[in-house]
């Protein structure tokens, strides 16, 4: 089933069981992808739908951490129960050693050899990961794999 379909489904079932908190967040998720689907002209295919589910988990974990410093448990624990509705849409996310391994061969692939080749490989990685890493995860891992940044 394709993602869409499995995120309206949920929401129906979370519509059915009143579990507000699946419904409202993935009513946020589906009202951002038709915000893009109409930004593009198009539909979405499942690399952007899964850009926007990470997008709303990396918002999510922004509000965290300014519930934590306004001193708002409340808030925090909601986010955190957002992030856990949102992560069951996402494929399990590569360990480091996965990532590190998949950016090794992609440099020794590409024959990249410093900070010009950055964005190639990150580029070729980001392809390769299909929503199962954070960018600024494949960030870091490109920049201390490339020997010049050692």
């Known amino acids: 089933m394709e993602l869409k379909a499995q995120i309206e489904s949920g929401l129906k079932d979370a519509m059915r069981a009143g579990d507000d908190v699946k419904k409202r967040t993935l009513r946020m998720v589906l ?13 979405l295919d499942e690399l952007a739908l899964m850009a926007i589910l990470q997008k709303e988990i990396k918002s ?16 925090e624990q909601a986010s955190q129960a957002e992030i856990a509705v949102l992560e069951t849409y996402l ?19 590409l024959g990249a050899t410093g900070p010009a080749d950055v964005g190639r490989v990150i580029k070729a990685v980001m392809a390769r990961v299909l929503g199962r890493a954070p960018g600024d995860k494949v960030s870091q891992a490109v920049r201390a794999s490339l020997p010049i940044y050692k």
Request: charged share 35%; hydrophobic share 35%; proline share 8%.
């Open 31 to 43: 009202a951002s992808s038709k915000m893009a689907e109409i930004d593009k002209g198009s539909p």
């Open 91 to 109: 494929p399990q996310p590569f360990s480091d050693a996965e990532l590190q391994d998949l950016v090794k061969s992609v440099v020794a692939e």
């Open 60 to 75: 999510r974990r922004e509000s965290i951490q300014e519930a934590i410093k306004a001193n708002r448990p409340d808030l």
